[in-house]
């Protein structure tokens, strides 16, 4: 009797402590700390200073080798010819970039520029006329346009962009431009054009008629750049004049060149040294 009581309080005392055990909660896990966000580090700590400190620096595009070839393959080539660069970190560099040219038809993407800082509901029927100006450089299509933004809408544009050496009087024809003042323009172009119409502007500059997409797009939409550009030729007392200037960006790395050349025995000769100064800028 004894060993029967003693099995039977025994067997009481282990099913309290299962039915105790039940009844607890057990002891919280470690939690796996999630990863710190960017934001929450503390970039002032100097062992993250350090790790930034060894990460590589990319050199700004076209490198510096890259433009003294491109300054040297153009100093050989015939006529008055100046190129301006603005490189991936917005520093200018250039061969006789502040020389003065009459601007042909170069002018038409400041008067674009000077009708849609100050018409960002585009009036009935000027997105037809702004499309062929741009497009196919009509010049009735830039006599209206010049109409309504004038000369002192076009100094406005300059003044904005920072050019140094623009000038114009009476008619837009008549502009007078620099190498760096246009690649700076171009460069800076977006930051001058209401945001409602920057696509609008980019799609006229990088839809350029067949037949006008020479030069600069030759050389650089194979390598992989997108292109918004505007030309210009004309004849003058010393032969013929070609320009071009152009804003390139392939990935992050946004550029503006400008070449411009005057007393070429061709229009193929000028249209022949913009591709190769571009070539040579862009080339391995």
């Given at each position: 009797m004894?060993?029967?009581?003693?099995?039977?309080?025994?067997?009481?005392?282990?099913?309290?402590?299962?039915?105790?055990?039940?009844?607890?909660?057990?002891?919280?896990?470690?939690?796996?700390?999630?990863?710190?966000?960017?934001?929450?580090?503390?970039?002032?700590?100097?062992?993250?200073?350090?790790?930034?400190s060894?990460?590589?620096?990319?050199?700004?595009?076209?490198?510096?080798?890259?433009?003294?070839?491109?300054?040297?393959?153009?100093?050989?080539?015939?006529g008055?010819?100046?190129?301006?660069?603005?490189?991936?970190?917005?520093?200018?560099?250039?061969?006789?970039?502040?020389?003065?040219?009459?601007?042909?038809?170069?002018?038409?993407?400041?008067?674009?520029?000077?009708?849609?800082?100050?018409?960002?509901?585009?009036?009935?029927?000027?997105?037809?006329?702004?499309?062929?100006?741009?497009?196919?450089?009509?010049?009735?299509?830039?006599?209206?346009?010049?109409?309504?933004?004038?000369?002192?809408?076009?100094?406005?544009?300059?003044?904005?962009?920072?050019?140094?050496?623009?000038?114009?009087?009476?008619?837009w024809?008549?502009?007078?431009?620099t190498?760096?003042?246009?690649?700076?323009?171009?460069?800076?172009?977006?930051?001058?054009?209401?945001?409602?119409?920057?696509?609008?502007?980019?799609h006229?500059?990088?839809?350029?008629?067949?037949y006008?997409?020479?030069?600069?797009?030759?050389?650089?939409?194979?390598?992989?750049?997108?292109?918004?550009?505007?030309?210009?030729?004309?004849?003058?007392?010393?032969?013929?004049?070609?320009?071009?200037?152009?804003?390139?960006?392939r990935?992050?790395?946004?550029?503006?060149?400008?070449?411009?050349?005057?007393?070429?025995?061709?229009m193929?000769?000028?249209?022949?040294?913009?591709?190769g100064?571009?070539?040579?800028?862009?080339?391995?």
């Amino acid at each position: 009797m004894l060993v029967l009581l003693a099995l039977t309080l025994a067997a009481a005392a282990l099913v309290g402590i299962a039915i105790a055990a039940r009844g607890q909660r057990s002891a919280p896990r470690t939690a796996i700390a999630a990863p710190r966000l960017p934001e929450q580090m503390d970039w002032s700590r100097p062992a993250v200073v350090s790790r930034l400190s060894e990460l590589p620096v990319l050199p700004a595009f076209p490198l510096r080798e890259a433009i003294d070839r491109a300054e040297t393959w153009l100093a050989g080539r015939d006529g008055v010819t100046a190129f301006a660069v603005v490189d991936s970190d917005g520093h200018e560099h250039g061969w006789h970039e502040d020389e003065t040219f009459v601007s042909a038809s170069v002018v038409k993407a400041m008067l674009m520029v000077g009708y849609l800082r100050t018409h960002p509901d585009i009036a009935v029927g000027m997105d037809g006329v702004l499309t062929s100006m741009i497009e196919v450089s009509d010049n009735d299509a830039a006599d209206a346009v010049y109409e309504v933004v004038g000369d002192d809408g076009l100094e406005t544009v300059a003044r904005l962009a920072g050019m140094q050496h623009f000038s114009v009087y009476r008619w837009w024809t008549y502009a007078q431009i620099t190498a760096a003042d246009q690649a700076r323009f171009f460069y800076s172009m977006d930051s001058l054009i209401p945001s409602s119409d920057r696509e609008f502007a980019d799609h006229l500059l990088s839809n350029i008629a067949g037949y006008e997409s020479w030069g600069i797009p030759v050389a650089a939409r194979p390598l992989g750049w997108t292109v918004w550009f505007k030309g210009g030729w004309r004849g003058t007392e010393r032969g013929q004049l070609v320009h071009q200037v152009a804003r390139l960006q392939r990935g992050d790395a946004m550029i503006a060149v400008a070449v411009l050349t005057d007393g070429d025995p061709s229009m193929a000769y000028g249209i022949d040294t913009i591709e190769g100064v571009v070539a040579t800028l862009l080339g391995p």
